[in-house]
């Protein structure tokens, strides 16, 4: 077993000062936690692999394709691999659990 903790994690983000930190890797799988600041730009390009996001905190808009939602703690959004996506308008401080499968490369 593997077992983590946001809080511990988001540390160990912050101290490699990046916006992401993947903490966990598998054959088919992997996970990380992204955070953006409120204000700050989402650089994300399209990935390869499938993703899912959990927002563990914070409020934001995020476009995926032509769909727009907002999210906040405890939403979850699935992104097709190959398709265009950005959080934006971000309110409060965004902090998300991305699982990518296959695993990110």
Request: proline share 5%; hydrophobic share 40%; charged share 25%.
């Amino acid at each position: 077993m593997k077992a983590f903790r946001l809080d511990e994690l988001e540390a160990e983000r912050a101290a490699n000062e990046g916006a992401y930190l993947q903490f966990l890797r598998e054959r088919n799988m992997s996970v990380g936690l992204y955070a953006l600041n409120a204000g700050e730009h989402d650089p994300q390009k399209p990935h390869n692999q499938d993703e899912v996001y959990l927002v563990v905190s914070g409020r934001a808009s995020i476009t995926v394709g032509l769909e727009t939602t907002e999210v906040g703690r405890g939403s979850v959004v699935y992104v097709p691999a190959g398709v265009a996506h950005k959080f934006h308008h971000i309110s409060e401080d965004l902090r998300v659990l991305v699982v990518f499968s296959p695993p990110e490369a």
